[in-house]
């Protein structure tokens, strides 16, 4: 016996050192595949970082999101992390027959608390096997490579409780109830001898541990290595959501290498952004919830995340010379692994040649997205889908010089008249002349009257050149009037905020917008801005600063929730109707600006605010964001019209936003739905201005 245990152990000791030398080499392999990248910044904000990892990580936050497919995922990542202790005992039982663990008087409470986490996590197997394969959602792929794991957490399970009740009989122990389980084990096969329990016990010991270190190998080289990815990726995730990257134009003239701006090389990704892609789980969440994908286009955020790390995988193993499959005996015929056996300059020069727009992500899907964010909302963690996109965009734009013909046309009309129509900028200021009962004064106005202002009143192009977006603007500046706040428009000095250039790829038009603006507003001394517009919102308060900007950015919901709080409006008039509000992306995902809009039209007496289905974090985009606002839909349905009829599903008389561009979407919707006689279209601040202005009627669609 005492031999048969010390070849037992030794065996057991080089087949565990292997395994772990396995399981380093692909994490290395995998780093240097991730170096490959440019280096990133890092801001040290370690408090925000470790809450991160406290909330998302080990609070399941996002996950839990999804009830069900949470409820299943937190009872595997907690029992496989308080099973290990019982894997521990389990592995003692088989080097040293008749020890354990040394718990002393605690021990027999550990093995019946393993048990009962043992069962748990068979639980969540079957629950997992039955939403993939039975259920069959839509999201989750199938096949045997996507159960796998199910199949080796199954098998660890039930081999460590077969496992222990061999023990029982072979060490002559009697059932007990805290092993209750291996006590049933042990009650059926209750005919074996010892000798064959023993048999038995090292059959199911084997079974468990050589799964176990199978598992180990397996986990870094497949989807499953986001359980080492993820809180890495959690981490270094970005502090403001959606913020993007500045990019630096300042040119070397004495360089060699080719100019390019954006993403066109996978090498050309940060390295933190690299990580994402190794930290993908492939639930299919992001593109469960993607407008683009939901309405029958080419984007799915998820397959654009495996394709570019499938990619970089096969291009680092022909780069860096290392096999990203191990053990690479076993897989010398994949292509990963090939192309490292023969890496050198041929085999990168074919991945030189290759490019990653085109023969690993297409234009259609970049073009198709809306930036709305709500693949990263959903993704459980935390991957970053937009910044990649539009890196990939600015290449595009700003390397190849490729545009969409109708997004070109807009870019080009900002270039010149400072908004996406081509309208003169002289007739940026007309709006006014629709109520002359408001006043809307002009800083200029007010420097000749010796006046002061608290905020500029940013109108945005939308404000200013379209009419439907003319009658917010008015109502907004009538509360603001009403309420004694003082504020100013730049008037025809007022451009562009850039937001469009920048989320189509032109980031160099961005940049000239971006410090013209500023310039505009430091002449002027402006300390607070309010806008309209979520997106001029989103983009002054977030990415400004990094261009020298230091003011205070609000949006128009807020200082109206604020006025309403502190009673300077007072809705008084009941406005009767059945209201759902949508959430605009940039004010909601990009800020976490849920409540002030609601609160608004809570406060309004009369009204009832009903929910869609897909509301606040989950709402789903317009369809105008990224700039799509200025193209037409070609493939698959209208995102506006597929958003307005689930607006439509709660039965509401009106539908309303936050968002002049939201606001004209939905407004075409109602229009494609042929209801817009019957149910209306209307800005928070248009609502509350019927409530609170009720000596005059003020103009609404």
């Given at each position: 016996?005492?031999?048969?245990l ?15 030398y396995?399981?380093?080499r692909?994490i ?6 991730i170096r490959?990248g ?12 470790i809450r ?8 399941q936050?996002?996950?839990?999101k999804?009830k ?12 496989f ?11 003692v039982k088989g080097?040293s027959?008749?020890?354990?663990l040394?718990f002393?008087f605690?021990?027999p409470g550990?093995t019946?608390f ?9 639980v969540?197997?079957?629950w997992a096997f039955?939403r993939?394969?039975?259920e ?8 045997l490579?996507a159960?796998?794991?199910?199949i080796?957490?199954g098998t660890?399970?039930l081999?460590?409780l077969f496992?222990n009740?061999?023990a029982l009989i072979w060490h ?5 109830w805290t092993e209750p389980?291996a006590s ?8 074996l001898?010892?000798?064959a329990?023993?048999?038995m016990f090292?059959i199911?010991?084997w079974i468990?541990?050589l799964?176990l270190?199978t598992?180990?190998v397996?986990?870094p080289q497949s989807k499953?290595a986001?359980?080492i990815?993820?809180p890495?990726n959690?981490?270094?995730?970005k502090?403001?959501?959606?913020k993007l ?5 300042e040119?070397d ?5 080719e100019?390019?701006?954006g993403?066109?090389?996978v ?5 933190v952004?690299m990580i ?5 789980v492939e ?8 407008p683009?994908?939901?309405?029958g286009?080419m984007?799915?955020?998820?397959d654009?995340m495996?394709k ?19 053990p690479?005996y076993a897989?010398s015929s994949?292509q ?8 050198n ?9 290759m490019?990653?727009?085109?023969d690993?992500?297409?234009?259609e899907?970049?073009n198709a ?5 709500n693949?990263?909302?959903?993704c459980?963690?935390m991957?970053e889908h937009?910044?990649?996109i539009i890196?990939?965009?600015r290449y595009l734009?700003m390397t190849?010089?490729k545009?969409?013909a109708?997004?070109?046309r807009a870019?080009m009309?900002?270039e010149?008249?400072?908004?996406p129509?081509?309208l003169?900028k002289?007739?940026?200021?007309k709006?006014?002349?629709?109520d002359e009962s ?5 800083i200029?106005?007010l420097?000749?009257e010796g006046?002061?202002?608290e905020y500029l ?8 050149f379209?009419?439907r977006?003319?009658?917010?603007a ?6 603001m009037?009403q309420a004694?706040?003082?504020?100013a428009?730049?008037?025809n000095k007022?451009?562009n905020?850039g937001d469009?250039?920048?989320r189509?790829?032109?980031?160099f038009l961005?940049q ?7 310039k ?10 309010v806008?309209?517009d979520p997106?001029?919102?989103n983009?002054f308060k977030n990415?400004y600063p990094?261009?020298g ?10 200082l109206?929730?604020?006025l309403v709080?502190e ?11 059945r209201?759902?509000y949508?959430?605009s992306?940039?004010?909601?995902r990009?800020?976490g600006v849920y ?9 309004i007496p009369g009204?009832e605010?009903v929910?869609?289905?897909r509301s606040?974090?989950?709402?789903m985009?317009?369809g ?8 037409e839909e070609?493939?698959?349905n ?5 958003r307005t009829?689930?607006?439509l599903a709660v039965e509401?008389t009106?539908?309303s ?12 919707g ?5 209801v817009?006689?019957?149910i ?10 019927l409530?609170?202005?009720?000596e005059?009627?003020v103009?609404t669609?």
């Amino acid at each position: 016996m005492e031999t048969f245990l010390l070849i037992n152990t030794l065996l057991f000791s080089a087949i565990t050192l292997y395994a772990f030398y396995l399981f380093g080499r692909v994490i290395a392999t995998r780093v240097a595949y991730i170096r490959l990248g440019k280096k990133s910044e890092f801001d040290g904000d370690m408090k925000e970082r470790i809450r991160r990892i406290i909330t998302i990580v080990f609070g399941q936050s996002k996950l839990l999101k999804d009830k069900k497919s949470g409820a299943i995922h937190v009872m595997m990542f907690y029992g496989f992390i308080l099973v290990q202790f019982g894997a521990i005992d389990f592995i003692v039982k088989g080097i040293s027959p008749g020890n354990h663990l040394p718990f002393g008087f605690l021990y027999p409470g550990f093995t019946f608390f393993q048990e009962i986490v043992t069962l748990t996590i068979l639980v969540a197997v079957i629950w997992a096997f039955y939403r993939r394969y039975i259920e069959k959602l839509v999201r989750l792929k199938r096949g045997l490579k996507a159960g796998l794991v199910l199949i080796f957490i199954g098998t660890l399970m039930l081999s460590v409780l077969f496992g222990n009740g061999m023990a029982l009989i072979w060490h002559g122990e009697s059932a007990t109830w805290t092993e209750p389980v291996a006590s049933l084990f042990a009650t059926i096969f209750g005919f074996l001898s010892p000798q064959a329990a023993m048999v038995m016990f090292f059959i199911a010991w084997w079974i468990h541990n050589l799964t176990l270190l199978t598992f180990l190998v397996y986990v870094p080289q497949s989807k499953h290595a986001h359980l080492i990815a993820a809180p890495i990726n959690v981490f270094f995730s970005k502090h403001i959501p959606g913020k993007l990257k500045k990019l630096d134009f300042e040119i070397d003239e004495e360089s060699e290498e080719e100019v390019s701006f954006g993403v066109g090389k996978v090498e050309d990704f940060e390295q933190v952004q690299m990580i994402d892609f190794y930290a993908c789980v492939e639930c299919g969440r992001c593109t469960d919830v993607c407008p683009a994908s939901g309405t029958g286009k080419m984007l799915s955020p998820m397959d654009l995340m495996v394709k570019i790390r499938d990619h970089l995988t096969e291009k680092g193993a022909a780069v860096t010379g290392k096999s990203p499959w191990v053990p690479a005996y076993a897989f010398s015929s994949t292509q990963g692994n090939q192309l490292a056996k023969r890496a050198n300059n041929e085999a990168a020069a074919t991945f030189e040649s290759m490019s990653l727009i085109g023969d690993v992500i297409t234009e259609e899907e970049l073009n198709a997205c809306t930036t709305c964010r709500n693949c990263e909302e959903a993704c459980p963690v935390m991957n970053e889908h937009v910044d990649k996109i539009i890196d990939l965009r600015r290449y595009l734009v700003m390397t190849e010089g490729k545009m969409d013909a109708e997004v070109q046309r807009a870019v080009m009309n900002i270039e010149r008249q400072g908004n996406p129509w081509g309208l003169s900028k002289k007739d940026r200021i007309k709006w006014r002349e629709m109520d002359e009962s408001a006043y809307i004064p002009t800083i200029k106005e007010l420097k000749k009257e010796g006046k002061e202002f608290e905020y500029l009143f940013w109108v945005s192009s939308m404000g200013s050149f379209d009419a439907r977006s003319q009658k917010i603007a008015i109502a907004f500046a009538k509360l603001m009037n009403q309420a004694g706040i003082s504020f100013a428009i730049l008037g025809n000095k007022e451009a562009n905020s850039g937001d469009t250039a920048r989320r189509i790829g032109n980031e160099f038009l961005f940049q000239e917008i971006a410090e013209k603006n500023i310039k505009e507003f430091e002449k002027n001394e402006v300390k607070k801005i309010v806008t309209i517009d979520p997106h001029a919102y989103n983009i002054f308060k977030n990415e400004y600063p990094d261009f020298g900007f230091e003011g205070e950015v609000y949006h128009h919901t807020q200082l109206l929730y604020d006025l309403v709080m502190e009673g300077k409006l007072k809705p008084t008039k009941p406005i009767n109707e059945r209201l759902t509000y949508h959430d605009s992306c940039y004010l909601g995902r990009y800020n976490g600006v849920y409540d002030p809009p609601r609160e608004i039209l809570l406060a309004i007496p009369g009204l009832e605010l009903v929910e869609m289905d897909r509301s606040r974090e989950n709402g789903m985009c317009c369809g105008a964001g990224g700039g799509l606002m200025w193209t037409e839909e070609t493939t698959g349905n209208r995102i506006n019209v597929a958003r307005t009829e689930q607006a439509l599903a709660v039965e509401p008389t009106v539908i309303s936003s936050a968002c002049p561009y939201c606001l004209t979407m939905l407004s075409d919707g109602t229009k494609a739905k042929e209801v817009e006689e019957d149910i209306s279209t209307m800005d928070v601040a248009e609502i509350l201005a019927l409530s609170v202005l009720v000596e005059e009627e003020v103009k609404t669609a």
